[in-house]
């Protein structure tokens, strides 16, 4: 089956647009609906419609399965990373340590912020990675 001229500038045009309303949803997750799942998934679904849209020699070109599954374990890393700073100052296990900022501005949350960070990046590797593992086999 061929692909579509159509579908493929479209799906270029439209993923640079997919990813940003996905960092969008993570940045954005503690003032409205979103937050580091939801944008991880976003980010993913750009990146599956590449594979998709563009074959997967592209996808594994500018995403490679090394660097993903690198970026996931890092992600994972921080993550405890940042829970245990909480236990180290004497708070709970992903207690906050950053100040809190005014409310319904970006930094109004502490460290939740950062936590939809690592979380969404975490969630869109993971699942690129299973994207990646499912299509090559």
Do not use: D, W
Not at 58 to 83: A, C, D, H, W
């Amino acid at each position: 089956m061929e692909r579509s001229q159509i579908v493929t500038m479209v799906s270029r045009k439209l993923v640079p647009f997919i990813l940003l309303f996905g960092l969008y949803l993570i940045s954005y997750g503690h003032l409205s609906p979103g937050g580091g799942f939801q944008g991880g998934v976003v980010l993913a679904s750009g990146i599956l419609l590449l594979f998709l849209s563009h074959g997967f020699t592209l996808v594994q070109r500018n995403f490679p399965e090394r660097r993903v599954n690198l970026t996931e374990l890092v992600m994972v890393f921080l993550f405890l990373l940042l829970g245990l700073a909480g236990l180290f100052l004497g708070k709970n296990f992903l207690g906050n340590i950053l100040p809190l900022g005014e409310s319904g501005e970006i930094p109004s949350a502490g460290f939740i912020l950062l936590l939809n960070m690592i979380i969404g990046l975490k969630v869109g590797a993971g699942i690129t990675l299973i994207c990646l593992y499912l299509f090559r086999s």
